[in-house]
């Protein structure tokens, strides 16, 4: 009680920023708040005042009473928070009435100690996302911190909420922070998971553009307190972070509003701590802690396609690897436009399959081969067969990684289908003849008797040449089934010019009567 009897005077108001002077016993992230209702967090204790960040909008003038609340900013967190879209603060900002507090499990503090490393086990579960070029190529472990960038319109709030999209048969619990966003962009986030039945698995903790600024600051805490909840309770948790961007700089500008010293590109010195302390919270955890995990997706856009600025190489030097959109990719119909030689994913490949292993390092090895080949192939009339056969590959397993929105591949089939164009099938196929049997492919992998068995015992075999090899002897029936699909030119029989018209005064004749 004597905690809550505690009241500090303002001293000075900056904005959201309050400077108090008393509270002698006041600690960091402590809560206080005025008679009109108006909250603050405490972000600084300095030699002679203490400083405050506005959780409310309200006029503070100097001379105004706060009292102490006696405990931390936290957060209500519980099952009744699934399908629904709260500010970091709780308060639901989706028009369906009030939390049922009366239900909640409890009160998650908003920023806590990381978990130990004692706390934490080896990644070895593979997040499925859905996505051909992710899953195989760069996949993403239960626990793994992967970060997203790339330019602006290059697909990557589609990629993502496809990957929520998905989650639905792999029972993952999504959290999405939409950190500084415009209110009608939320909403359409919001309706698109609705419209894709989404939203019963999924919480949107969400802090607009219009709001103040330290509620931009506190949604990824408070998206991470929530994941906290349902990974101690053994569930696999997605995070989304988007976008840590927008996060930095407000953080950079409460940071230059409290008159800490600036340092690269403006930024506050401990920017890199805020950032780090908040990642370290995802992970895989133990049975002590809880069990479950915390997959996290940070997001950030480029400017001008330049990703050594300061935050993004922040960004990259604490997660596990990063996904590289491009709009060039994007605009040439690439969905999802990731650039596969400068993505990666460090502990995304000890969750895989041997085969999807196998078969991932071969593509590349197509991939990288022809990059080199494509040059030398623009001054040449007449390339090598194997040349041809490489460049061909690479063209088939590009087509192949195509994916439409919201759509789902299950790993099985994935495999199945990246191995084709290694195969005697497809060594003769073009671009525009896999583009058109894709879908009765992906068909008849998952329905047809023959080719289903291949697909269902995939991860049992022992090397990517063995289900190559299985495939090839269902290329009958790859050809029955793509029989129908116009074959490449360099198949087609070349027409045979026409005979030149006959003139009726030229005598059919004379060639005998020469004789």
């Known amino acids: 009680m004597m905690d809550t009897q505690e009241v500090g005077f303002v001293k000075s108001a900056r904005d959201f920023l309050v400077y108090l002077?008393?509270?002698?016993?006041?600690?960091?992230?402590?809560?206080?708040?005025?008679?009109q209702g108006v909250r603050g967090l405490?972000?600084?204790?300095?030699?002679?005042?203490?400083?405050?960040?506005?959780?409310?909008?309200?006029?503070?003038?100097?001379?105004?009473?706060?009292?102490?609340?006696?405990?931390?900013?936290?957060i209500p967190v519980g099952q009744f928070l699934l399908g629904r879209t709260v500010n970091p603060l709780g308060v639901p900002i989706d028009g369906k009435g009030p939390l049922a507090k009366a239900k909640a499990d409890q009160n998650s503090q908003l920023d806590k100690p990381v978990p130990s490393i004692g706390s934490r086990k080896f990644i070895n579960k593979q997040l499925t996302?859905?996505?051909?070029?992710?899953?195989?190529?760069?996949?993403?472990?239960?626990?793994?911190?992967?970060?997203?960038?790339?330019?602006a319109r290059s697909g990557k709030t589609d990629f993502l909420i496809n990957v929520i999209v998905n989650q639905k048969a792999n029972g993952v619990i999504c959290v999405y922070a939409s950190?500084?966003?415009?209110?009608?962009?939320?909403?359409?986030?919001?309706?698109?998971?609705?419209?894709?039945?989404?939203?019963?698995?999924?919480?949107?903790?969400?802090?607009?553009?219009?709001?103040?600024?330290?509620?931009?600051?506190?949604?990824?805490?408070?998206?991470?307190?929530?994941?906290?909840?349902?990974?101690?309770?053994?569930?696999?948790?997605?995070?989304?972070?988007?976008?840590?961007?927008?996060?930095?700089?407000?953080?950079?500008?409460?940071?230059l509003l409290g008159g800490k010293a600036p340092g690269r590109e403006s930024y506050p010195g401990d920017i890199f701590y805020q950032h780090s302390h908040l990642l370290e919270r995802a992970g895989n955890f133990n049975e002590a802690a809880g069990g479950g995990s915390i997959t996290a997706l940070p997001v950030i856009e480029l400017g001008l396609s330049d990703f050594t600025t300061f935050i993004p190489t922040n960004l990259m030097s604490m997660t596990d690897g990063h996904f590289l959109f491009r709009s060039a990719l994007y605009n040439q119909g690439r969905r999802p436009a990731i650039d596969i030689p400068?993505?990666?994913?460090?502990?995304?490949?000890?969750?895989?399959?041997?085969?999807?292993?196998?078969?991932?390092?071969?593509?590349?090895?197509?991939?990288?081969?022809?990059?080199?080949?494509?040059?030398?192939?623009?001054?040449?009339?007449?390339?090598?067969f194997e040349t041809q056969q490489i460049l061909r590959q690479r063209e088939a397993l590009e087509e192949?990684?195509?994916?439409?929105?919201?759509?789902?591949?299950?790993?099985?089939?994935?495999?199945?289908?990246?191995?084709?164009?290694?195969?005697?099938?497809?060594?003769?196929?073009?671009?525009?003849?896999?583009?058109?049997?894709?879908?009765i492919l992906v068909d008849a992998l998952s329905s047809d008797p023959q080719l289903s068995k291949i697909t269902k015992e995939v991860f049992k075999l022992k090397s990517e040449q063995e289900l190559i090899?299985?495939?090839?002897?269902?290329?009958?029936?790859?050809t029955i089934l793509t029989g129908k699909i116009s074959q490449p030119a360099s198949q087609q029989p070349s027409p045979q010019p026409p005979l030149p018209p006959q003139s009726p005064q030229t005598p059919l004749s004379k060639p005998e009567e020469e004789k």
Do not use: W
């Open 21 to 35: 002077d008393g509270m002698p016993t006041i600690r960091i992230n402590d809560t206080v708040q005025n008679d």
């Open 400 to 439: 192949l990684t195509k994916q439409p929105p919201n759509t789902f591949l299950s790993p099985e089939i994935q495999t199945a289908l990246l191995a084709l164009p290694f195969t005697k099938f497809a060594q003769d196929k073009d671009r525009e003849f896999v583009k058109n049997a894709k879908d």
């Open 469 to 478: 090899d299985q495939l090839d002897a269902a290329s009958d029936k790859l």
């Open 129 to 151: 996302t859905g996505i051909t070029l992710v899953d195989t190529l760069i996949p993403l472990g239960c626990g793994q911190r992967e970060l997203v960038l790339g330019d």
């Open 179 to 255: 950190i500084g966003k415009p209110v009608a962009e939320l909403r359409g986030l919001l309706d698109t998971l609705r419209s894709n039945g989404a939203l019963p698995y999924t919480i949107v903790v969400a802090a607009s553009s219009t709001d103040i600024a330290p509620l931009i600051f506190l949604t990824p805490q408070a998206a991470f307190s929530i994941a906290e909840y349902f990974q101690g309770k053994g569930r696999d948790v997605l995070v989304i972070l988007d976008d840590m961007g927008i996060h930095a700089k407000i953080y950079r500008e409460i940071s």
């Open 42 to 74: 405490v972000s600084a204790l300095l030699s002679d005042r203490i400083e405050v960040l506005l959780l409310d909008e309200g006029q503070v003038t100097p001379g105004q009473m706060f009292h102490r609340l006696g405990h931390s900013l936290n």
């Open 342 to 384: 400068l993505s990666v994913s460090r502990v995304g490949q000890q969750t895989q399959n041997r085969i999807q292993n196998l078969l991932a390092n071969r593509i590349k090895q197509v991939l990288a081969g022809a990059a080199q080949l494509e040059t030398v192939s623009r001054f040449s009339f007449e390339l090598p």
